[in-house]
């Protein structure tokens, strides 16, 4: 089965850091681009960040530039997102997924994981 | 950037209605229009690609139109299984969400 599976949710400080992995299994990893798209209590889809299939482009929402790094390693099947300087408004749960792509770009996520909360607060 | 606006926030249906969801960008965005049904605790389940093409698993029931700066979601007759939130997205962006609750 295409499976995503995230780890690494923590009740973190404002200010910590705080690294999420996502492990995917049952496709080729190496062919997807792979996207964070994150969730604050009770509020809507937010698209975090993505990344190509070799790691050569990285793209981020402006509210997590500086902050955020994406990384993936093909070799183990996995991506993360290390996150930095973390702040109240980064409170979330933060879902790994699949881009489907085409010509012009994304076409959406075929393929999310169940998600890992985030929590800053002190 | 673009902005992605549905309609209505929130719509209170019954089991058997016909069911329609708008979402209207500020931009066009030729096809590459997606939407998602998402359930209290639950991730995101894809329903619909390029405005129109079902998702493998997804019952016929939903069905996806449009282009440009205006689509469609359609339910065509609301089962116990669809009361949930459905958002839109294109690209980066995803919609507000629409709230599907029971009448």
């Known amino acids: 089965d295409v499976q995503l599976v995230e780890s690494g949710g923590d009740l973190v400080q404002p200010g910590g850091s705080l690294r999420l992995s996502c492990a995917a299994s049952?496709?080729?990893?190496?062919?997807?681009?792979m996207s964070w798209v994150r969730q604050a209590p009770g509020k809507g889809l937010e698209w975090a960040a993505n990344i190509n299939q070799d790691g050569s482009q990285k793209y981020f929402v402006d509210s997590v530039k500086g902050r955020f790094t994406i990384t993936r390693d093909n070799a183990k099947n996995s991506l993360f997102l290390q996150m930095n300087s973390l702040r109240a408004e980064d409170t979330a749960v933060y879902y790994c997924a699949r881009e489907r792509r085409g010509a012009a770009g994304n076409l959406g996520f075929d393929v999310w994981g169940q998600g890992t909360l985030v929590t800053v607060s002190s | 950037d673009i902005q992605m606006t549905q309609s209505p926030s929130t719509l209170s249906a019954s089991v058997g209605d016909r069911v329609t969801i708008t979402c209207r960008t500020s931009q066009s965005v030729s096809t590459w229009l997606a939407w998602y049904q998402q359930k209290p605790g639950k991730a995101p389940k894809p329903l619909i690609y390029?405005?129109?093409s079902l998702e493998s698993g997804v019952p016929s029931r939903f069905s996806g139109s449009g282009s440009g700066t205006e689509f469609t979601l359609t339910i065509s007759s609301l089962q116990p299984d669809d009361f949930a939130t459905y958002y839109c997205q294109y690209r980066g962006t995803f919609g507000q969400g629409t709230k599907v609750e029971i009448k």
């Open positions: 049952g496709f080729i990893f190496s062919n997807y681009w």
């Open positions: 390029e405005a129109s």
